[in-house]
């Protein structure tokens, strides 16, 4: 410690804190940097106490760049001491507003994220990629000078991924990883500042994700979540002349399509249950939805983006399909998969969206059989071709908009939940317990994304057979079926 109390920088091991924001993209990232300082010889540390702690940020909408800035005033009134090294989208998207913060030593973007580490730590490349040793880390902590690292993120193939696991406070109660296996977006919705931050979309080779996942599978794992910026265009960057440009882990003679990588880790590993996170509609052909229905390895859950109901909005947003086209996904969907969760991203007051559009949205939500929503009100992103749009509905507008969706998801959801009371179904264990007046209870995840409470206390990572015997507070309540 020095000697007013903060850590100091000439430390025997330098210690390291990641704080992530946004999406489970965002998180992936960070798993990635920790494995970066972790393979060094860096310990973690918390937020208070850490040499270097980087910011990893998001930039979807304005009360994530706010997120960010308070959290760098933050470390800096709790952590005096310490590098603040600002990464991710924000730092893509806006580096000088960020160096200029008080507190910031080096603002590195997603562009040379791959790289935070060794420039943090003011490694040098060589060509044997061997690392600095510990002892000679300390000296390169001590540097006080600003910096910017951030080039043209379309320029970048680099795609970081590692697996995020969900936050528990003993590492042997970890419970259901998520593994980014795509990154980036060639879309260009009008909206979205993404696409400018994350650069075109890019694949983990199929070599790479089932290595990943059987090494997942080996340490005891029984559920993965596979994720991206847009997960359902995995593989098409991949592609050269008809034929995959990289080696591939499978008997197939083409991978081409998400579909592909969904049979490679059904048929190459071992995993227990499969979720797949947010595709678009165009990319839910009916090969996926049959694969999904079918396979029991395969989480009965659906993430289906829709933004607006409205035609007219959908063309200003510069979406790809059209609401007649979403619907009839859905409506697949829930026909092949009875008892799945079907879910989508809404948007509310989008510029120009006037009462009969966003009154198209309300209808074709209310007639579709969504179990839960996921609403945003629009934010205006510098840059994109939504924010010089005229006609921006008033904040207050929108903000009601948002409430009056958000009420209606929880009549769906609520519906939903209470059809399958006395029905049996799977959920994997997590690590969480509570007790009320009732007893004791564990915390699950059910295969159609439900949230379940377990009487009694259980071991997690476990899936169980329950039949649920009532909802109450947006989760069921369910006794353990006996094994036969």
Partial sequence: MGADGGMSYH???????VENFGCRATQADGATLERQFESRGLARASAAQADLVILNTCTVTNSADQDARAAIRRVQ?????????????????????????????????????????EIVLGERPREDTAFLPVSTLTENLGRTEDSIFVSDIFAHTELLAAPVFEHTTHESDRTRPNLKVQDGCDNRCSFCIIPSVRGHSRSLPLAQ????????VAAGYREVVISGINLGRWG???????????PKLTRSNAVQRFEDLIRAILSETDLEKLRISSVEPMDWSDDLIALVASSPRIAKHAHVPLQSGSDAVLR????????????????????????AAIGADVMAGFPGETHAEFDATYRLIADLPFTYLHVFTYSARPGTPAAGMPDQVPVQV??????????????KKLAFMQSLVGQSL??????????????????????????????????PNRWITARVRAVRDEAFVADLMPTT
């Avoid at 098409?236 to 990289?246: A, N």
Wanted: proline content about 5%; charged content about 25%; aromatic content about 6%.
């Fill in 11 to 17: 430390s025997l091991v330098p210690t390291y804190h």
């Fill in 77 to 117: 009134r709790h952590n005096p001491l310490a590098k603040i090294i600002v990464t991710g989208c924000y730092a893509q998207r806006a580096p000088e507003e960020i160096a200029n913060l008080p507190g910031v030593t080096t603002v590195i973007g997603n562009s040379h994220k791959h790289q935070l580490a």
């Fill in 209 to 216: 994700v089932i290595r990943e996942m059987n090494t997942l």
């Fill in 236 to 246: 098409r960057d991949l592609m050269w002349g008809g034929r995959p440009r990289l």
């Fill in 316 to 339: 200003r947003m510069h979406r790809k399909y059209r609401p007649w086209h979403y619907r009839e996904k859905i409506e697949k969907i829930r026909a092949a998969m009875p008892s």
């Fill in 398 to 411: 929108a903000r009601d908009r948002n409430r009056i969706l958000r009420d209606l998801a929880g009549e």
């Fill in 426 to 459: 799977q959920a994997i264990t997590l690590n969480t317990a509570l007790d009320d007046s009732d007893g004791e209870f564990t915390e699950a995840l059910t295969d159609n994304y439900q949230k379940l409470y377990l009487k009694g206390h259980h071991r």
